[in-house]
């Protein structure tokens, strides 16, 4: 793999066509996806600053340039009217390149309307010459022109009672309050998770720190807490956060994760009281940094998009100079203790035609590049090979056995292995029998909805030429599709 110097990794792009060569040569890869958003070039993570505003929805990502490596993060922006199809727009914040407080990068945060205006609140990651790293949390406005103007000065810098993994900044707007929230992830001296919150009756000014959120049980889970948020959904407050370099069972050797608590939070007291555990997200291999929408029209909805990757690992395009991009936005709401993950009822606008699963003798049958299937399954076990081979074997295996109700997926029979430190199988338990799947496959990613969104599985996939048949046992009713093309590989920058 390839080793990158710290230069190489924070390289300011000076000129767009810097990277012009490296967009003309990614977007050749057969990796490249067809409905899902991906780095113009080079590496995308979080989704940062996901809002309704002006008629459609706004989305950012962090974005590093020159290839798959962690450096220089700046927020791309895109747009959509429908959470379907997308546009790009181009750079949006640029980090300073002299010593300012975004010295080295525009990390992670979200966006709020203010009028007719936009803002944009991200960690400035500023490092000294001699590499100490401050965090400050910064504030920009969005022109109409699409280019964004920093405020001079950060709202404020890092709380000196914790160490400077302070970032992340997500806006809270609570209905009939006159205080605007942000929530920070954070970690304690003693080197545990925590979030911070500021408030502020002004979204532009005056923000103060209102303490640190308290939620009882979880004084010691994970080191630091990235990109954490608390939405409002269905009545129940529910805490999103992402725990890192901690274990969880059943998650191979995975550090990070992406989960969420269900309770009820106390603006007063600062105080989320959760009933019930930590709750994974999504059951699959890659995903992180979640990001719900921000001013949406029913203030007890959410819309969520996450990063299709983790930190810390690599994926096999990483030698092609790329990595990364967002799973499908997801309708979360409650039900019974968990949240409930189904995809967008807007998507069933990427159906194109309808094609028939007939099999070979095999008993395989042809995965379009980008489909989705449909399955109403009758009890009992169940058993799906995708992105197999023409035999129907190999591939990512997805099964069910009605006996312990377990779904497990396999990824193990992919010819392409990596980030094998993960493992290679995930299981999740299943509130009732097995009724009904539907899955998105585009070029390098499967998501799986269990039980119309008990579960989900995201992961990335890489399949061979030879790796595009399905094949399924078990009592089953299927329905395939098509998929249109939503994202375009166009170079704006
Ligand atoms: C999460 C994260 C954030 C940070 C950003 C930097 O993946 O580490 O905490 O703001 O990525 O790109």
Avoid at 65 to 86: E, R
Wanted: proline content about 5%; charged content about 25%.
């Amino acid at each position: 793999m390839r080793e990158w110097t710290r230069e190489e990794r924070y390289r300011y792009l000076r000129d767009p066509q810097e990277v012009y060569p490296l967009f003309e040569r990614i977007s050749q890869s057969s990796y490249r996806q067809l409905f899902h958003n991906q780095a113009v070039t080079g590496l995308m993570n979080d989704p940062n600053g996901f809002v309704w505003h002006d008629n459609r929805w706004h989305l950012f990502y962090q974005w590093c340039p020159w290839g798959a490596v962690h450096g220089l993060k700046y927020w791309y922006h895109i747009v959509s009217k429908d959470l379907v199809t997308w546009k790009n727009l181009g750079i949006c914040l640029i980090p300073d390149d002299g010593d300012g407080y975004d010295n080295k990068g525009a990390y992670s945060g979200s966006a709020f309307p203010i009028g007719d205006k936009m803002y944009l609140y991200y960690t400035g990651n500023h490092r000294d010459a001699d590499w100490t790293r401050h965090a400050y949390t910064c504030l920009a406005r969005l022109g109409d022109d699409g280019w964004t103007e920093k405020y001079p000065l950060p709202l404020f810098g890092a709380n000196p009672n914790y160490t400077e993994h302070q970032r992340d900044p997500k806006i809270i707007c609570l209905p009939g309050s006159d205080t605007y929230y942000m929530i920070i992830g954070a970690q304690t001296k003693e080197k545990t998770g925590c979030a911070l919150i500021y408030a502020s009756e002004d979204l532009q000014h005056g923000w103060t720190f209102a303490g640190e959120l308290k939620v009882p049980g979880f004084e010691h889970f994970g080191d630091m807490w990235e990109c954490p948020s608390i939405e409002h959904i269905g009545g129940k407050d529910v805490f999103l956060f992402c725990p890192q370099h901690m274990s969880l069972p059943g998650r191979g050797g995975s550090q990070n994760h992406n989960g969420y608590i269900l309770g009820s939070m106390d603006w007063d007291t600062l105080t989320f009281t959760p009933d019930g555990q930590f709750h994974v997200l999504d059951f699959g291999f890659d995903s992180y940094a979640a990001a719900c929408a921000n001013n949406l029209q029913d203030a007890d909805k959410a819309i969520l998009i996450a990063w299709m990757g983790l930190p810390d690992v690599s994926y096999p395009t990483d030698e092609e100079d790329w990595a990364g991009c967002l799973t499908l936005p997801r309708e979360l709401t409650v039900r019974g203790r968990r949240l409930i993950q189904q995809p967008l009822p807007e998507l069933k606008k990427l159906r194109d035609e309808r094609v028939e699963t007939a099999t070979n003798e095999a008993g395989a049958f042809r995965l379009p590049e980008a489909a989705e299937l449909e399955l109403d399954c009758r009890p009992g076990d169940v058993h799906l090979s995708l992105l197999a081979d023409e035999a129907g074997e190999g591939g990512i295996t997805i099964d069910y056995k009605e006996e312990t109700r377990e779904i497990l997926v396999d990824r193990s029979g992919m010819k392409t292995r990596f980030n094998l430190s993960e493992g290679d199988s995930r299981m999740r338990p299943l509130e009732s029998s097995l009724f009904h799947l539907r899955i998105f496959v585009d070029r390098s990613s499967i998501e799986i909805f269990v039980n119309d969104g008990d579960a989900v599985f995201t992961s990335r996939v890489f399949p061979t030429k030879e790796e595009h048949f399905a094949k399924i046992t078990g009592d089953t009713f299927i329905r395939m599709w098509t998929l249109k093309p939503a994202v375009k590989d166009q170079f704006l920058i």
